[in-house]
């Protein structure tokens, strides 16, 4: 083998591109050349060195978050809800909140309308059903006791979602998440009801109080008001007079206190 | 845990197109922003053409029949990343300025150059440092930038590098070559030189 035909093929055999014959003539030629040995060694070096020293640029959070967003739209609203009406059997509920999604466009339209935010109704109805969907995203922070989802979810926001108990009104406080809704995170608490389970979303509101507003569409209940400080969406299963009463005692409710007690 | 709460969580992840999809490409997600920062050299625009290109994988993922999932999904990031680029007054990013790349004559210009002159030590291009490297990286032509991307840090194979640039192997072949000679140059001129300013 001559100089200039290892010269072309030490690329193709560094890789492990080449046939084993191959390999083996680059490899007898390199060992005895004094040309070519340095070019293999400085070949190797390079490699070596970009893969160790350059920069990766892994995803910004930012990213991650738009990717995941952008995903739920295009699935509630693209080809991607037709997919899922072929879910199987067990599926069923799920697949009819996901046809109800699909399908809600007007009750949406007329939220998003009187909101001023188109956007935010369908992102709070795709987080709502990607939670309930998959077990493992229901809830981040699993309430073990009335203290570890508000430390949990003040750490995660940029604003204090209030955290209630409700477990003596028959709504014991499952966990909570944190999502991105409408370009801000967003708190979702997730609350028991019996077998049954109540999301509800908080982030802060442009300042303009209303009163609970119920909405049912096939079996789905929504409940939306806010206090001018927090926006509030209740999303469930659970019949509209159950909803309406979680809404209500959720209003009268105390928060839980914004920072853990000092320790001593 | 309630019993519809522990049902939940004992299913299997879905398979939905979208829970599909997360399990097969969203662990590429950075591996398409790399690509996409490298070959838009360093933009800001990175982001979006990223974001851009995962929607459009999703829409088209209907046509991902279990492939290499990461090769699929670069081969959508850089077409994504090129015709963003042709959709804006063509500006520096995406220039073959230095070296003429594919123009024949600096070609052969640069082959007898490899074979001319004595390849860099290799201790000297382990000396190269970080800001060195990259400097050495963005000089590059796009198309010797992008194939040293695939190659170096994603580990692709000659024959998906070829499907995701859409070129035949035995360019993909002397396209590496090139590159690798474009850059070891370089990065012996830039050693040399900074010896020197410092001495």
């Given at each position: 083998?001559?100089?200039?035909?290892?010269?072309?093929?030490?690329d193709a055999y560094m890789d492990g591109e080449l046939g084993v014959e191959r390999s083996l003539e680059v490899e007898r030629h390199v060992e005895t050349c004094p040309s070519c040995a340095p070019a293999l060694a400085s070949r190797r070096s390079l490699g070596a060195a970009l893969r160790n020293k350059i920069e990766y640029h892994t995803a910004p959070l930012a990213l991650?978050?738009?990717?995941?967003?952008?995903?739920?739209?295009?699935?509630?609203?693209?080809?991607?809800?037709?997919?899922?009406?072929?879910?199987?059997?067990?599926?069923?509920?799920?697949?009819?909140?996901?046809?109800?999604?699909?399908?809600?466009?007007?009750?949406?339209?007329?939220?998003?309308?009187?909101?001023?935010?188109?956007?935010?109704?369908?992102?709070?109805?795709?987080?709502?059903?990607?939670?309930?969907?998959?077990?493992?995203?229901?809830?981040?922070?699993?309430?073990?006791?009335?203290?570890?989802?508000?430390?949990?979810?003040?750490?995660?926001?940029?604003?204090?979602?209030?955290?209630?108990?409700?477990?003596?009104?028959?709504?014991?406080?499952?966990g909570g998440r944190v999502d991105y809704i409408d370009d801000h995170t967003a708190a979702a608490l997730v609350y028991h009801s019996g077998k049954h389970v109540i999301t509800l979303f908080i982030w802060p509101s442009d300042g303009h109080a209303s009163p609970i507003a119920m909405s049912a569409r096939r079996g789905d209940t929504l409940a939306r008001w806010s206090d001018?400080?927090?926006?509030?969406?209740?999303?469930?299963?659970?019949?509209?007079?159950?909803?309406?009463?979680?809404?209500?005692?959720?209003?009268?409710?105390?928060?839980?206190?914004?920072?853990?007690?000092?320790?001593? | 845990?309630?019993?519809?709460?522990?049902?939940?969580?004992?299913?299997?992840?879905?398979?939905?197109?979208?829970?599909?999809?997360?399990?097969?490409?969203?662990?590429?997600?950075?591996?398409?922003?790399?690509?996409?920062?490298?070959?838009?050299?360093?933009?800001?625009?990175?982001?979006?053409?990223?974001?851009?290109?995962?929607?459009?994988?999703?829409?088209?993922?209907?046509?991902?029949?279990?492939?290499?999932?990461?090769?699929?999904?670069?081969?959508?990031?850089?077409?994504?990343?090129?015709?963003?680029?042709?959709?804006?007054?063509?500006?520096?990013?995406?220039?073959?300025?230095?070296?003429?790349?594919?123009?024949?004559?600096?070609?052969?210009?640069?082959?007898?150059?490899?074979?001319?002159?004595?390849?860099?030590?290799?201790?000297?291009?382990?000396?190269?440092?970080?800001?060195?490297?990259?400097?050495?990286?963005?000089?590059?032509?796009?198309?010797?930038?992008?194939?040293?991307?695939?190659?170096?840090?994603?580990?692709?194979?000659?024959?998906?590098?070829?499907?995701?640039?859409?070129?035949?192997?035995?360019?993909?072949?002397?396209?590496?070559?090139?590159?690798?000679?474009?850059?070891?140059?370089?990065?012996?001129?830039?050693?040399?030189?900074?010896?020197?300013?410092?001495?």
């Open positions: 083998m001559t100089c200039t035909e290892a010269l072309t093929l030490l991650q978050r738009a990717v995941r967003n952008e995903l739920s739209r295009a699935e509630t609203s693209g080809p991607g809800a037709a997919a899922i009406r072929h879910a199987p059997p067990a599926w069923t509920r799920m697949a009819a909140s996901l046809i109800l999604v699909a399908g809600l466009s007007s009750a949406l339209t007329y939220y998003g309308t009187q909101n001023g935010r188109d956007a935010v109704p369908d992102e709070v109805f795709a987080s709502y059903v990607r939670g309930v969907q998959s077990g493992d995203r229901l809830v981040d922070v699993v309430s073990t006791d009335r203290h570890t989802v508000k430390p949990w979810l003040d750490a995660k926001l940029d604003f204090a979602a209030p955290v209630k108990d409700l477990s003596s009104d028959g709504f014991p406080l499952f001018g400080t927090m926006a509030y969406w209740a999303i469930s299963d659970i019949a509209a007079p159950e909803l309406m009463e979680f809404s209500k005692r959720f209003q009268a409710a105390d928060a839980m206190p914004d920072a853990p007690p000092a320790k001593p | 845990m309630s019993a519809l709460v522990t049902a939940l969580a004992q299913r299997a992840p879905s398979d939905s197109k979208r829970a599909r999809f997360e399990r097969e490409m969203l662990p590429h997600l950075d591996a398409a922003y790399n690509l996409a920062r490298w070959i838009l050299k360093g933009s800001d625009d990175a982001q979006d053409v990223t974001q851009e290109a995962m929607l459009r994988a999703f829409r088209y993922f209907d046509g991902f029949h279990g492939e290499n999932a990461k090769a699929w999904l670069l081969k959508i990031v850089r077409n994504s990343c090129y015709s963003w680029t042709k959709d804006r007054p063509r500006t520096e990013t995406m220039s073959s300025d230095e070296e003429g790349s594919l123009n024949p004559e600096h070609e052969t210009a640069l082959e007898a150059a490899g074979h001319g002159f004595p390849a860099p030590d290799a201790r000297l291009i382990e000396e190269a440092d970080r800001r060195v490297l990259n400097e050495a990286m963005q000089a590059l032509p796009t198309e010797f930038r992008e194939i040293l991307v695939l190659r170096e840090f994603e580990e692709l194979s000659y024959h998906q590098i070829s499907d995701i640039a859409q070129i035949p192997i035995g360019t993909v072949m002397s396209r590496l070559s090139r590159a690798r000679a474009l850059l070891l140059r370089r990065l012996s001129g830039n050693i040399v030189q900074r010896r020197g300013e410092m001495r």
